[in-house]
């Protein structure tokens, strides 16, 4: 089982839609929790960090949930700009390494 | 202040040469932290150092692959004798060790080889 699963996609959705990517972590001593995103051929770059209450930044809202282990992303209000791959990522357990899940891919179009 | 470094940010070896990949991290950052992209895969974790000590080395293959980060000057990451299977992204980001954050990840290294 891989530590970090996410849906791989596409979501192909169209501007404006509100889209939402989930994740599960196997490893329950994890202590921190991300979302990454990732454009074609260029680094991860964090996007927010996800806390158990709950976070919002401007059109995104991340969830955290460790009795299930489970991570979600919501995108309100699409833009084409949001096209990218999202990265789920966990870290702890050990030597502060982060996990990556795979990614899900979303294309957002016009 | 400057991101993390990594150069260069292509590299093109023939098989059986050998591969260096530089990784300056950010300043004050004395953690450093390698990764591989294969083509359409994630992310996956290959080296964790400290200023002269490997931490954790789980992710590297057994062979042909090593790393360090000398008390001064980058964190290496060497490949000798690459195949084409090695043909990837090579990743690195920093930290201080400390603190429940996020890291900032260098621009990579496009490894091909050929």
């Known amino acids: 089982r891989k530590e970090v699963e996410q849906d791989p996609g596409p979501f192909n959705v169209p501007e404006g839609a509100t889209v939402a990517f989930n994740c599960t972590y196997s490893n329950s001593a994890s202590q921190s929790f991300f979302w990454y995103r990732q454009d074609c051929r260029k680094e991860p770059k964090l996007l927010m960090s996800?806390?158990?209450s709950g976070n919002e930044d401007g059109r995104f809202t991340a969830q955290l949930n460790r009795a299930s282990q489970y991570i979600s992303l919501l995108i309100r209000d699409s833009k084409l700009s949001d096209s990218a791959t999202y990265l789920c990522v966990v870290k702890g357990g050990g030597y502060n390494k982060l996990i990556f899940g795979a990614g899900t891919r979303l294309a957002v179009h016009p | 202040n400057a991101g993390v470094m990594q150069n260069p940010r292509h590299l093109v070896r023939r098989r059986g040469q050998e591969a260096r990949l530089r990784c300056s991290p950010m300043?004050?950052?004395?953690?450093v932290y390698w990764y591989r992209q294969l083509p359409e895969e994630g992310l996956k974790f290959m080296v964790y150092?400290?200023?002269?000590?490997?931490?954790?080395e789980s992710g590297m293959p057994k062979e042909r692959f090593s790393a360090e980060f000398p008390k001064e000057g980058p964190s290496i990451l060497r490949i000798q004798q690459v195949v084409r299977g090695d043909s990837a992204a090579y990743f690195c980001a920093s930290s201080t060790g400390a603190g429940d954050y996020g890291y900032t990840f260098g621009s990579g290294t496009r490894l091909t080889v050929v």
């Open positions: 300043k004050g950052h004395s953690h």
């Open positions: 996800v806390y158990s």
């Open positions: 150092l400290q200023k002269e000590n490997i931490i954790d």
